[in-house]
């Protein structure tokens, strides 16, 4: 994935540009208060750096050799939030059933699509609608 590629997900996604913060070609013009991605000149290679801006520091800085990782670093963490403020906004979440929390927070089509793709991101959304770690291993059997 490249940032070019990162940029049209994060489009097809929905994600605001002032949310997320590319190196200064895609999304917001300044990388204050947003997820950002730069690329920088290592001392023998190419760097690229995910971290969070806030008041001028910055917070949980990783940094990858291949745009690649980079990129898909970035695209799980946006990905993660989006799904943690659907969850947020869900009463009664821990009287449902995992198909119920799915259903109701607008997750089920997402969910099914990575049980098949991408196991770790369908792992990830049964982890933020609260369901427990042996149950977590039934379904994504």
Do not use: W
Not at 35 to 58: F, H, M, N, S
Not at 73 to 96: A, P
């Amino acid at each position: 994935m490249t940032v070019e590629e990162l940029n049209n997900e994060l489009k097809s996604l929905g994600v605001s540009d002032n949310r997320y913060y590319l190196n200064g070609l895609y999304g917001s013009t300044n990388d204050d208060n947003k997820i950002a991605l730069t690329i920088k000149k290592g001392k023998y290679l190419i760097e690229y750096e995910v971290y969070y801006r806030e008041r001028g520091e910055r917070y949980s800085s990783q940094t990858f050799a291949t745009e690649k990782e980079a990129c898909e670093y970035l695209l799980n963490s946006i990905q993660e939030e989006l799904t943690i403020e659907k969850v947020q906004q869900i009463i009664g979440l821990d009287g449902m059933t995992v198909n119920e929390r799915l259903y109701v927070t607008g997750l089920i089509d997402e969910f099914d699509k990575a049980k098949k793709k991408n196991k770790a991101r369908a792992a990830q959304i049964l982890r933020i609608l609260r369901v427990d770690v042996p149950s977590i291993k039934k379904i994504l059997k």
